[in-house]
């Protein structure tokens, strides 16, 4: 074998290396892998629970910090942790 098709058959087996990698394979082929991201908390203060809760994005997330309702008005200061460590935009502020 020659180096110019030696190298050639190198680089088509790299090729399908990276195009391999992040995908699944299933009985119709070839499918590609949802990985998406979960943002969670749950905060307790003196025996005071805010509740397991999951979001799909940042936005929602930090919204639900800011809720007294959605928290059971538990662990404020946790929460205002909380929207400081997950780097929510502007300022924490306690809705109803």
Same mark, same amino acid.
């Given at each position: 074998m /020659?180096l110019k098709v030696?190298?050639?058959?190198?680089?088509v087996l790299?090729?399908?290396v990276v195009?391999?990698?992040g995908?699944?394979?299933?009985?119709?082929?070839?499918v590609f892998e &949802?990985k998406?991201?979960?943002y969670?908390?749950?905060?307790?203060?003196n025996?005071?629970?805010t509740g397991?809760?999951?979001?799909?994005n940042l936005?929602?997330l930090?919204?639900?910090l800011? &809720?007294?309702?959605t928290?059971r008005g538990?662990?404020?200061?946790?929460r205002?942790d909380?929207f400081?460590?997950w /780097?929510?935009?502007?300022?924490?502020?306690?809705?109803?």
């Open positions: /020659n030696a190298g050639m058959a190198f680089s790299s090729v399908l195009v391999g990698c995908k699944d394979s299933s009985e119709d082929g070839i &949802s998406s991201e979960t969670r908390y749950e905060y307790e203060s025996g005071c629970n397991s809760h999951s979001f799909s936005g929602e930090c919204d639900a800011q &809720s007294r309702a928290n538990c662990a404020l200061s946790l205002q909380g400081k460590d /780097n929510c935009p502007g300022t924490f502020q306690e809705k109803p």
